[in-house]
């Protein structure tokens, strides 16, 4: 059984910073997904065990830095200058393969609350 365990959400005011942290049992393509009240979960940010990233949404990128260690089997996401419009529950998410990571990931982890305040 594939786990994923999150750390790192919290409450941040606006242009403020936080690192989401994910350890998983293996190694795998993994990214971050978010989901926001009230609307959809959406594709933040991936990476390849290769080490190749992408982003989701152009209001992401620059901001926010998708990086791994594979020593430990862990992904990070880098959120810098926070705004409110980011404030939503954050999913890290693995895969076997490139394509189901950014459409249906193979496992989930809890989600941790991020929260920006204006």
């Known amino acids: 059984q594939v786990q994923l365990v999150e750390s790192g959400g919290g409450l941040v005011q606006a242009g403020g910073s936080l690192r989401l942290s994910c350890a998983a049992s293996?190694?795998?393509?993994m990214g971050w997904f978010r989901q926001a009240p009230g609307k959809e979960r959406e594709f933040v940010a991936g990476?390849?065990?290769?080490?190749?990233?992408?982003y989701g949404s152009e209001f992401v990128e620059g901001r926010f830095t998708i990086s791994r260690d594979n020593a430990k089997n862990t992904v990070y996401l880098q959120m810098n200058s926070l705004k409110p419009e980011d404030t939503a529950v954050y999913y890290c998410?693995?895969?076997?393969?490139?394509?189901?990571?950014?459409?249906?990931?193979?496992?989930w982890g809890q989600g941790t609350q991020v929260t920006v305040s204006s």
């Open positions: 990476i390849w065990r290769s080490g190749g990233r992408t």
């Open positions: 998410a693995a895969a076997t393969t490139i394509v189901r990571l950014t459409t249906e990931p193979d496992y």
């Open positions: 293996g190694r795998y393509d």
